[in-house]
């Protein structure tokens, strides 16, 4: 099921894109402001995001340019009232993907998505399969995960924890994200075995190296990146 954030503060706007959605198969979280979408990305990725360009406390444009900065990846599309080159113009500077003017008819905004999802899928079969990070490495295909050069041995799931990071460098990635895409579970937070084996992780490829890679963000949950 692909996941979309929706981005928009006129409630009426945002319920009747949510409910279309939601019966065309996606699942839908929306945020009515920029710091509620911010915190939202902060613990969560998402296939799609759609932003409205006029918000309360920001607007999409800018929004997406913070996004931008650390997600080059999640096809955006800005939704706008007005109907203005400079908007169409500034959002694709600022790395949306697509623009849609309000009012639209849902039947538009579904095609957009569905060509916005499709492109990102032909892009992920042809992306990487080698993911580097500081000095730590990981193959997709052979499974090799290497730091400075000398193999490392992972579990099953300390090996898809680790690519999971190793995707989402320097983001912070929550408990129930990481429960949901490694152990295709609901977090429950009686339980601390993610913290477990993000420990077990640690072991394996910080033992006997200067820097920390895997990073806790109190309250928040835990982040790959350079120890600087
Ligand atoms: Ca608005």
Not at 39 to 46: I, P, R, S
Not at 58 to 64: A, F, M, R, S, Y
Not at 197 to 209: A, H, P
Request: contains cysteine; aromatic residues 8%; charged residues 25%.
């Amino acid at each position: 099921m692909n996941s979309i954030c929706l981005v928009e503060d006129e409630q009426k706007v945002a319920a009747f894109i949510c409910k279309g959605l939601e019966e065309h198969g996606y699942k839908v979280t929306t945020a009515g402001t920029g710091s509620a979408a911010k915190n939202l990305l902060k613990g969560e990725a998402f296939d799609l995001l759609i932003l409205d360009v006029m918000l309360p406390d920001t607007n999409g444009i800018e929004l997406c340019r913070q996004v931008r900065l650390t997600d080059t990846d999640t096809p955006i599309l800005m939704l706008t009232a007005l109907d203005q080159i400079q908007n169409k113009v500034s959002g694709l500077k600022a790395g949306a993907d697509d623009y849609l003017v309000k009012p639209f008819h849902f039947s538009e905004l579904l095609a957009r998505i569905e060509a916005l999802l499709r492109r990102k899928t032909a892009n992920a079969k042809t992306e990487e399969h080698v993911f580097t990070f500081e000095d730590l490495k990981l193959d997709t295909w052979s499974n090799i995960v290497e730091r400075a050069g000398v193999p490392i041995t992972l579990t099953a799931k300390e090996y898809t924890l680790l690519e999971l990071f190793m995707r989402h460098p320097n983001k912070i990635l929550s408990r129930e994200y990481i429960a949901e895409q490694v152990w295709k579970i609901d977090f429950d937070t009686g339980t601390n075995f993610i913290d477990v084996y993000i420990n077990y992780l640690r072991k394996k490829i910080e033992k006997g190296f200067k820097n920390k890679l895997i990073h806790t963000v109190i309250g928040m949950g835990y982040i790959l990146r350079a120890n600087k």
